[in-house]
């Protein structure tokens, strides 16, 4: 399997260090505010990451963190804490503020069927581990104290900015300083005293006085503490490469002179056609805002797995149209092939597979393995079975829940067909029951006019349907009854 290393700016065929176990931390939510489909992107990608290594049989040990602590409104060393300034806003305390939104980043998740890392770990409960990590820097002589804080001195470490390229370097040239009495530009923060005149609602003793601990200790802490050091996979969003991740492999070099992961993967940004999306801003689109527009957010993952996770995907309400149509296509065609007899498996059918492998293994070549799902359910080569085995397969790491459609025996046999969605995932159903009140009341009265051959109220009919989200198709003998959106 080749990967794209940050650290090496290279494809690297990679190599886990125990045989078959990958260990994989990527940095979670910060839990201040809803997770915008920008973030949500960044944890598909993550999922696909996972998903691939599991198709190549490694057993998979994922960590994520909760930030629920520490995290500056800005990247820099300056500014609130982005969750006692979200608690201040809503009036509420900031331990209930980090945990409402790690449910909603949760169910989130589910949402998007992205598989739950093996462990959980919030800041809040790495306290101590943390002021150990910082007493190992004080003793081994790079930190040094300021008014508001325990700093790290960047330029004790011959090797700092592993992560940088040209792009990095140029960038911090034109940082503007803004913690004066910082001794290099890049020294970061690892303990901020708590402000003299304000009580905070999250803030422990330390032997540099009471405050808390800064953004990037925890995640060192929290990934060595579960995979030991160095582990193999590090990840997150493309913006961590020139601070937060810069920052965390230097404190884990200058504490253990080791390298803290052997592979580090980024996931490029999801903007807006004419803006950039950041929660501080407020200009935010959220999962709940695709659902409430009838969106299922299965359509935002394949919207995703569209695009390589190295380019920038630009969201639109086209590009999410165009994914939800596609989404539901590939559903019906996988529907249609579900109760196939079974034969042979050619050499069509492995050509495919291995294809598609090959794909995934190329750097997470998800665009292409998608592109070759269409022409699969093209080929006239393959039967419909084997198509349908090729669809289950692909989904292992498409996570589109294409094997949890949901059909009754009955279908076949029935006037009518429903397509719906029960429990997040595709539901056809023959029986008429299901469908609401109003919905039934329509169809029933659209059977009345159409039996009189009043095709004009038939129409008439059909179009309220539409306008309430309902589909009608007469085919044949059999009527076929869509819900035009995502319900659940
Ligand atoms: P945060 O909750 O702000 O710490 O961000 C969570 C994750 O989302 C991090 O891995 C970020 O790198 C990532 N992220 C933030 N904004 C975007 C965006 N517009 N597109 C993709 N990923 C993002
Ligand atoms: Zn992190």
């Known amino acids: 399997m080749k990967l794209y290393n940050s650290l090496t700016k290279t494809k690297e065929k990679f190599k886990p260090i125990k045989s078959n176990e990958v260990g994989m931390y990527s940095c979670g939510p910060t839990v201040y505010w809803f997770a915008h489909i920008g973030n949500l992107r960044t944890y598909i990608f993550v999922d696909l990451l996972k998903r691939a290594l599991e198709y190549n049989e490694y057993n998979v040990n994922h960590i994520m963190n909760i930030t629920d602590v520490g995290h500056l409104t800005s990247d820099s060393d300056s500014g609130e804490d982005k969750l006692e300034k979200g608690a201040k806003k809503e009036r509420k305390s900031v331990w209930d503020i980090a945990q409402f939104y790690t449910d909603f980043f949760k169910n989130d998740l589910k949402l998007l069927n992205i598989i739950e890392p093996n462990k959980w770990i919030k800041a809040t409960d790495t306290i101590d581990d943390q ?6 820097l004080e003793e081994k002589g790079y930190t040094y104290i300021i008014s508001d804080g325990v700093y790290f001195d960047t330029s004790k470490l011959e090797k700092y900015g592993r992560l940088w390229g040209e792009n990095e370097r140029n960038e911090m040239k034109g940082r503007i300083e803004e913690v004066k009495e910082k001794r290099n530009q890049t ?5 901020k005293f708590s402000p003299k005149n304000e009580k905070r609602q999250m803030e422990w003793n330390s032997p540099w006085g009471v405050g808390f601990p800064g953004w990037h200790t925890e995640c060192v802490v929290m990934s060595i503490k579960e ?34 992961a052997n592979y580090w993967l980024h996931g490029e940004f999801l903007n807006l056609k004419d803006s950039k999306m950041s929660k501080s801003s407020g200009t935010i689109i959220t999962l709940q805002t695709l659902k409430q527009k009838g969106i299922n957010p ?56 291995n294809q598609f492998k090959e794909y995934i293994n190329d750097d997470l070549n998800v665009p292409s393995a998608l592109a ?12 419909d079975y084997e198509k349908h085995e090729l669809l289950i397969e692909f989904d292992k790491v498409f996570g589109l829940k294409i094997s949890s459609i949901k059909t009754d025996e009955n279908i076949s046999n029935s006037n009518y067909i429903i397509k719906t969605f029960k429990d997040d995932v595709p539901f056809w159903t023959s029986d008429i029951n299901s469908l609401p009140e109003e919905v039934k009341i329509l169809i029933n009265q ?23 989200g309902w589909q009608i198709e007469d085919s044949g003998e059999k009527t076929i009854i869509k819900s035009t959106s995502y319900k659940n």
Request: proline share 1%.
């Open 227 to 260: 995979l030991g050091i160095p582990f193999d996979i590090h990840c997150g969003g493309i913006d961590h490469i020139f601070i937060h991740h810069t920052n965390e492999i230097a404190q884990a070099e200058a504490a253990y002179g080791k390298l803290l």
């Open 372 to 383: 070759m799902t269409w022409d699969v359910l093209k080929d006239k080569e393959l039967s």
């Open 187 to 191: 020294d970061f923060a690892l303990w």
């Open 446 to 468: 659209r059977e009345e006019y159409r039996k009189n051959k009043d095709w004009q109220k038939s129409d008439e009919i059909r179009d309220k349907l539409e306008s309430i």
């Open 131 to 136: 002021i150990n990590l910082i007493k190992i």
């Open 298 to 353: 299965l359509s935002y993952r394949y919207l995703c797995l569209n695009t390589h996770y190295r380019s920038k995907l630009f969201f639109s309400d086209e590009s999410i149209e165009f994914a939800e149509t596609s989404l539901n296509k590939l559903y019906e065609k996988a529907f249609e092939l579900f109760n196939s007899e079974k034969t042979e498996l050619s050499k069509k059918y492995e050509k495919y597979k």
